[in-house]
């Protein structure tokens, strides 16, 4: 079993910044993907960002000018940076960490922290 914890979440006011963090913990294989998600009222979870054990970076093309993603690999830990905040980015956002054990992918999902964008 894998823990996900995030942190970081708040109220900021629009322009303002935010980061988002996300560890990894228990019988951890190789966490192949660490993303975020996030999911706002009356909507479906999408994804905001994702990066693979190697570096590589997806992201919802919406955000990739205000939003990085970045992984430390030796401590699982995931972080979310989020500049120029909108209202429309209100919304709890999830880790989510996709961990290869004995040859099998296992995806795990923490909490959500919520994020609101107002003045």
């Known amino acids: 079993q894998v823990q996900v914890v995030e942190s970081g979440g708040g109220l900021v006011q629009p322009g303002g910044s935010l980061r988002l963090s996300c560890a990894a913990s228990g019988s951890i294989g190789t966490i192949v993907n660490m993303g975020w998600y996030r999911q706002a009222p009356g909507t479906q979870r999408e994804l905001v960002a994702d990066m693979t054990s190697d570096g590589t970076t997806t992201y919802k093309d919406s955000l990739k000018d205000r939003f990085t993603i970045r992984r430390d690999n030796a401590k699982n830990t995931a972080y979310l940076q989020m500049d120029s905040l909108k209202p429309e980015d209100t919304a709890v956002y999830y880790c989510?960490?996709?961990?290869?054990?004995?040859?099998?992918?296992?995806?795990?999902w923490g909490q959500g922290t919520q994020v609101t964008v107002s003045s």
């Open positions: 989510n960490a996709k961990n290869l054990y004995f040859m099998r992918t296992y995806d795990y």
